[in-house]
């Protein structure tokens, strides 16, 4: 017997620590969506080890059994090796070790299913596990790494005929856990690599003048993009954090980059996309050929459309980049809770002016300190911009101390430097790959930033939602690295593309917005149940003061998974549209993710995100 034929009987072994139902997993219960339904691995009808054996075969015995990244530290797994464990728990937080690994995701509460249903190892120490089980949780039993469209193409084929759920890895850099999903076939893109540069592309079926572009491969990640854009000499809207494939669900999700207010969302430039469909049909599509899809797949929501295969991005001419970055200390001898919504409300008092010149805004709140960035293309402001603000942040000197400032023009010769050198590991440095963690956000319109009064109310909501997210860190429980709950407001919004809201399927929330409000819980498997849960629900519940003051839109990348009413919150009035384009490319609704188009409640095969809110 090979070696895939013994994997397949340990899957077997392990296939009872699934929590999918038995029998046939109906995930289209929704009525407005018609579809046939995923088989679960303990069903009769999942394909037994012949087929599997078929598949490998057609596929060049490139088919892998999957099981947790961390099983080879557990004592008592049959895959426990003490060789091996040593090179897992020296690269266990190490973002490139889980984006290279098909069977880890960045932060392991989506590798579980449920409660201590998962096979982590303890994030603040990383040791072997005696006396534990590894389960498999969310890891797929199976994956096929492709190389080419025509994988992709007889995976779809195959998954469809058999009723095989199909879930899509790059990195595993999501936080709704898309990217793994138990009884699932993985496709991993992560090492389908290449970026071209095309100094005059033309769409396909297209007579629209040439234009210099970017051709990236979907397993391309932003550090390698951005290498090439400055060989080049151009620049490209996309994201900070280099842990990110171009893409995936990061340009599925709309793409938010800190070009955004000078020149758009990423889908803003995208001009093709080459795609394989549910019928397993290989196509190129822009705004000439399938322009629906096209439409949808421009920030229509991840794994919703198909196996994206490359992406086609506009190239923009080189720019500098500026910077402005202050380090705040507000008077611990007064009210710090007046002193920082009074904070929140004197940036707001200027955010879309500053929103409207192009430039990008970060404000960051710790313990004892606030961190206020702005970054922008040198050519579309300058320092100037801000001496109002910092004039009037002057006057309140007994109020606040600004412990550094460093403020200057033209500081960066281009966005790739400005990214990798400086904006890329600054944000992977404060994220916590390998533990869990749960986001919720909120876009808050430029219109609720016109008047003293609203801006204010603002201030105070969005400081009310930190209280609710932080109070369950009270008495700081076991296994929660962090004494508070991460609060973030970016200013990385879409004005300069704000009157081409209806030309993608992104957000129209993100359109409207002046800012994008994060609030970030991180937790380890040294959190008892209830502690996680209660965070969980608390970060979940920070939004309600800005949801109570007419908020809804959030964004999907970075939205939380617990959203009641997700259509609205993620998709806005795009939605029905959106339904209505998958009707039409996928109409059994094969491709589904957590909360995408076409989601449907209550389904068996997404019962571990259920299992994480049971008591």
Known sequence: MGLFGISVLLLCLFASLYQAERGLVHIFEDPHVVGQGYYAIESVSWPDTSIWTALNDTLGGRLRALRP?????????SLYDPVECQTVLSRYTNHSAREDTASALLWTNWESCGCNNGCALNYSNPQPVFGGTCHQGTTPPYSFGISSAEDASIIVKW???????LTIKNTGHDQMGRSAGPSSLQILTHNLKGIVYVADFVPQGSSVEPVPALTISAGSQLEEIYAVAEANDVSVVLGTCLTVGAAGGFIQGGGVSSLTPAYGLAVDHLLEVEIVTADGVIRTINAIQDPDLFWAVRGGGAGSWGTVISITLAALPPTAISTSSLVIEPDPAQDLRALAVNFITLLGKYQNQITNAGVSTALGFSKGSYSLSFSWPARHASVALFYPLYDELRTLSSNYTVLSNFTQEFVYPSVATAIVEHF???ADSVIAYGSS?????RYVPQSMLESPG??????????EGLEIASAPLGDYPAGIPRPQVGLSIFGDVPAATRHRVNETGASPGAYDAAWHVLYTGTWTVAASRSAYQTLSRAVYDAVGPLTALGMMSSYQNEGSAWEVNWQEAFFGHKYDRLLQIKHKYDPTNFFTTYKGVGFAPHSAFYSCYEAYQKA
């Open 424 to 426: 890329g590991p600054a």
């Open 69 to 77: 990244w961390a099983a080879v530290c557990y004592v008592d797994d």
């Open 454 to 463: 609203s801006v204010q109310s603002i201030a105070e909501a969005i400081w």
């Open 437 to 441: 963690t749960e986001p919720g956000s």
């Open 159 to 165: 998954a469809t005929a058999y009723n095989v759920k």
